[in-house]
C-alpha cells in the first residue's frame, strides 16, 4: 500500500513538475520570459542526440513524457519538446558529456 501511494505522489509530482513547463514554455512563446540567449546551438545538440524522438513532428527528449511517466531521465530523456527545453535557461540536459546523469536535476 505504502509504495503504491508513493508511486501516486512521484507521479503527481512529475505531472506537476511537466505542467510548470508547459505553461513556462507557453509564456516564453508569447514572448513574456526570457530565452536562453543560446538556445538554437542547444537545440541543435539535442538534434543530434540519440535519446531525441521525433513525434507528430516535434522532437522530444525520449519519449514523450505523457507517453512514459514513470522514467529515468538518463535512460529514457525527461520527455519534454527539445526546442522548448533549449529555450529556457532553466532547463539543463539530464546527461553530462559521458552520458552519464547531468550534476543538476
Ligand atoms: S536534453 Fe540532452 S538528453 Fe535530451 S535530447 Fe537534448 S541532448 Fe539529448
Not at 15 to 44: C, D, Q, T, Y
Amino acid at each position: 500500500m505504502m509504495s503504491t501511494w508513493g508511486c501516486c505522489q512521484s507521479a503527481f509530482a512529475a505531472f506537476s513538475k511537466a505542467a510548470a513547463k508547459a505553461a513556462s514554455a507557453r509564456l516564453r512563446n508569447m514572448g513574456v520570459v526570457r530565452l536562453a540567449h543560446n538556445w538554437s546551438a542547444r537545440a541543435e545538440i539535442c538534434e543530434r542526440c540519440p535519446l531525441r524522438v521525433l513525434h507528430a513532428n516535434v522532437s522530444y527528449c525520449g519519449r514523450p513524457f505523457l507517453r512514459l511517466i514513470d522514467r529515468d531521465p538518463t535512460i529514457d530523456g525527461c520527455g519534454c519538446p527539445t526546442r522548448d527545453k533549449a529555450k529556457s535557461p532553466d532547463e539543463h540536459c539530464p546527461l553530462d558529456t559521458h552520458h552519464e546523469a547531468g550534476a543538476r536535476r
